[in-house]
């Protein structure tokens, strides 16, 4: 079985190198990656162009090796067939199905090579951008003196001085006098000579060892490069927050007192909130009914008196739901406290770092975007809070405040963890002390706590392993693009073949607009006052796209470029669920449907056409006419005006094409 796989792999290999396909993709692959950054703008920032480089370059290798993987698999099987190839394979001892698979292997050994050139001229790219920065700030600094460079080092907080081994904290003595040391004391104030006077007092007028200038004009010339690894060449995950949410409100119980804070959960809270609204949100709800009553001709006497049980529910859940939203709005002095669990995975130790992010809103339409909000925000293990500060931010832009897993405690030698010992929980509380409404959004689209307005980020792991899982789910996406290719190619023509699956390669990016066509019920985009748009054709289309949408829309969600982008991890388990619904689904769904149909295609009867079966062809292309039929139900969905008058004469075209070939081979038949 190993040997006829490995036959038709290679008779596969011997195929694409023939037609040059193989190398004329690595060409256009290297040209296109290596050329793109040369023509894209980016915003100035260092961070700006490596995501960029790292999104547009990704997103050209998916689309080119899309289209060339579903163009091969394609053509890899349909031509064969038409061109009796494939007839010649099958009179020997191998089944169809093995015919299919090594096809497939020998199209993903093609990508995986291919793959790898690609990611790894991308990666070398980045990295080159990030060590590029350091180089010009290193030639900038060239002429500048010993003692700017020494300054600068003092200024950022950074040592000075090369430490002793045996005693760490303590600088090695110098050998000899140092001139720029005596430079630095004269123009450094008196706390700094202070400090050398005493290590001199130590070590009998011996001189602290300053680091060498090299050293040091590396150091200061490499902070750019430094805070882009750390910001965005990396994988960063985010902690998991836990269902448990409480109100916060500050209450000033005495008058020299500070304000005590007060905390509710958030169901009390919203049972609290809708028991205050709901007689007169009832009231509403029944003159709507009646307003209804009244336009359907009932009479006023016969109209309702209150809400039915039906009513009622319909009620309850609606406030309750507009109450939950309302929760992330937070009136001066109030505030919420979110909880976070700790990853089992993730072992940080005492010295460990992670980040908060967080982002606000100022509810007032004309805010100016220069205001900055007083926020007091507390943090610690279960629900003791005791390490926070006030700090002030600006509206609607995400800020990141530095984290350690461990505080020094007030008994020497002790520390105090961030997380509680038995649940491994941490509480975060963030009280808006300014005198504007801020919006939290710590809900998702669905009111489900988890929303992005409140995030723990933690360092999973390093860029490379991150960006070689980031490759193994596009590698992932090509497998289940070749299994279409291959599964289109058992049983239509080249021609339809290509074209209906590139239609359909066309149309999986655009699945957001799909799925509101879905859920609007609909493919008109013309609204009416009180009348819902309807066309004649959305009894086939809205089905159709109900269907792709179930199918495409998890495969889309699995993408690891804008990940890869913000910085954010692909952890093994999304890549494995990824393999499991890509290749274990869609996949196995497709290659199971495409040896079936290969291994009962009829390859013996021939026609002057080509081989492959041309009495059974009309209703084989039928089928692809009906994937390219979806395509312009969807484009149709898009267009307006004399823009669907073009759309309908374009698919003139593919309906003349599958009617006239499949007619020509009938008639051969006859």
């Known amino acids: 079985m190993a040997k006829r796989l490995l036959a038709i792999v290679f008779l596969t290999w011997k195929a694409s190198l023939r037609y040059r396909f193989f190398w004329v993709m690595l060409a256009l692959l290297a040209l296109s990656v290596g050329g793109l950054p040369l023509i894209v703008k980016d915003d100035g920032s260092a961070a700006g162009m490596t995501q960029i480089l790292i999104t547009y370059t990704l997103s050209m290798i998916t689309v080119i090796m899309g289209a060339a993987t579903l163009w091969i698999s394609a053509g890899s099987l349909a031509n064969d067939i038409e061109n009796f190839h494939l007839q010649m394979v099958a009179t020997k001892p191998v089944a169809?199905?093995?015919?299919?698979?090594?096809?497939?292997?020998?199209?993903?050994?093609?990508?995986?090579?291919?793959?790898?050139?690609?990611?790894?001229?991308?990666?070398?790219?980045?990295?080159?951008?990030?060590?590029?920065?350091?180089?010009?700030?290193?030639?900038?600094?060239?002429?500048?003196?010993?003692l700017d460079i020494a300054m600068a080092i003092l200024r950022s907080g950074r040592p000075l001085f090369v430490e002793n081994l045996k005693t760490p904290g303590e600088p090695r003595i110098a050998p000899n006098p140092q001139p720029l040391l005596a430079e630095l004391t004269e123009l450094m104030d008196d706390q700094f000579r202070d400090s050398v006077a005493q290590f001199q007092a130590r070590n009998r007028g011996k001189e602290p060892l300053l680091r060498?200038?090299?050293?040091?004009?590396?150091?200061?010339?490499?902070?750019?490069?430094?805070?882009?690894?750390?910001?965005?060449?990396?994988?960063?995950?985010?902690m998991r927050m836990t269902p448990q949410v409480e109100r916060l409100v500050l209450v000033q119980e005495a008058t020299n007192a500070p304000p005590s804070i007060r905390a509710v959960k958030l169901d009390t809270w919203i049972e609290e909130t809708v028991k205050q609204y709901w007689p007169r949100y009832v009231g509403q709800e029944l003159v709507q009914k009646n307003e209804w009553e009244k336009s359907r001709g009932i009479p006023i006497g016969k109209l309702s008196r209150e809400l039915d049980s039906e009513d009622i529910q319909r009620a309850t859940n609606q406030i309750t739901s507009e109450v939950r939203g309302y929760s992330q709005i937070l009136e001066p002095g109030e505030g919420i406290a979110l909880y976070f669990k700790k990853p089992m995975t993730w072992r940080p130790g005492e010295d460990g770092e992670f980040a908060m992010r967080f982002y606000f809103e100022d509810t007032q339409i004309g805010y100016k975007a220069d205001t900055l909000y007083p926020i007091l925000f507390q943090i610690g293990p279960g629900s003791r809070r005791f390490a926070g500060r006030r700090l002030s931010f600006d509206a609607r832009t995400v800020h990141e405040i530095p984290m350690r897993v461990s505080l020094d405690s007030n008994e020497e030698g002790k520390t105090i963890s961030m997380f509680s010992e038995?649940?491994?929980?941490?509480?975060?509380?963030?009280?808006?002390?300014?005198?504007?409404?801020?919006?939290?959004?710590?809900?998702?689209?669905?009111?489900?706590?988890?929303?992005?307005?409140?995030?723990?980020v933690y360092r999973e792991s390093g860029f490379l392993v991150n960006y070689l899982r980031g490759l193994g789910i596009v590698f992932a996406w090509l497998g289940a693009l070749s299994a279409l290719g291959l599964f289109a190619g058992s049983f239509m023509s080249f021609g339809m073949c290509a074209f209906a699956c590139l239609g359909l390669l066309v149309a999986f990016p655009s699945m957001s607009l799909i799925e509101e066509v879905v859920e609007d019920g609909t493919i008109m985009q013309t609204?009416?006052?009180?009348?819902?748009?309807?066309?004649?054709?959305?009894?086939?289309?809205?089905?159709?796209?109900?269907?792709?949408?179930?199918?495409?829309?998890?495969?889309?969600?699995?993408?690891?470029?804008?990940?890869?982008?913000?910085?954010?991890?692909?952890?093994?388990?999304?890549?494995?669920?990824?393999?499991?619904?890509?290749?274990?689904l869609s996949g196995l769904?497709?290659?199971?449907?495409?040896?079936?149909?290969?291994?009962?295609?009829?390859?013996?009867i021939t026609s002057e056409s080509g081989g492959g079966g041309a009495d059974t062809q009309f209703g084989l292309d039928i089928l692809g006419f009906i994937a390219v039929l979806i395509l312009a139900l969807f484009i149709y969905s898009l267009a307006e005006g004399y823009g669907r008058l073009f759309i309908w004469i374009a698919v003139i075209i593919p309906i003349m094409y599958v009617a006239g070939i499949s007619y020509y081979r009938v008639m051969r038949i006859r």
């Open 212 to 238: 060498s200038v090299e050293e040091m004009r590396e150091e200061i010339a490499s902070v750019e490069e430094n805070i882009l690894r750390s910001e965005l060449l990396l994988a960063r995950d985010g």
């Open 422 to 456: 038995d649940e491994n929980i941490m509480s975060v509380a963030l009280i808006n002390t300014s005198d504007k409404k801020l919006k939290v959004p710590y809900l998702d689209s669905r009111n489900r706590v988890g929303g992005d307005g409140v995030e723990m």
């Open 527 to 584: 609204y009416t006052e009180g009348k819902k748009d309807t066309s004649y054709i959305d009894k086939l289309a809205v089905p159709v796209f109900k269907v792709m949408v179930s199918v495409v829309k998890p495969i889309i969600e699995y993408s690891p470029i804008e990940k890869l982008t913000e910085g954010r991890s692909i952890t093994w388990s999304e890549l494995i669920k990824a393999y499991g619904y890509i290749w274990g």
């Open 96 to 146: 169809k199905w093995q015919i299919w698979l090594g096809k497939w292997i020998g199209i993903m050994s093609m990508n995986f090579i291919l793959l790898l050139v690609a990611g790894g001229i991308v990666f070398g790219m980045v990295q080159y951008r990030a060590k590029k920065l350091t180089w010009d700030a290193l030639e900038k600094m060239e002429p500048r003196p010993d």
């Open 589 to 604: 769904v497709l290659g199971v449907l495409g040896t079936l149909i290969l291994s009962n295609r009829q390859l013996a």
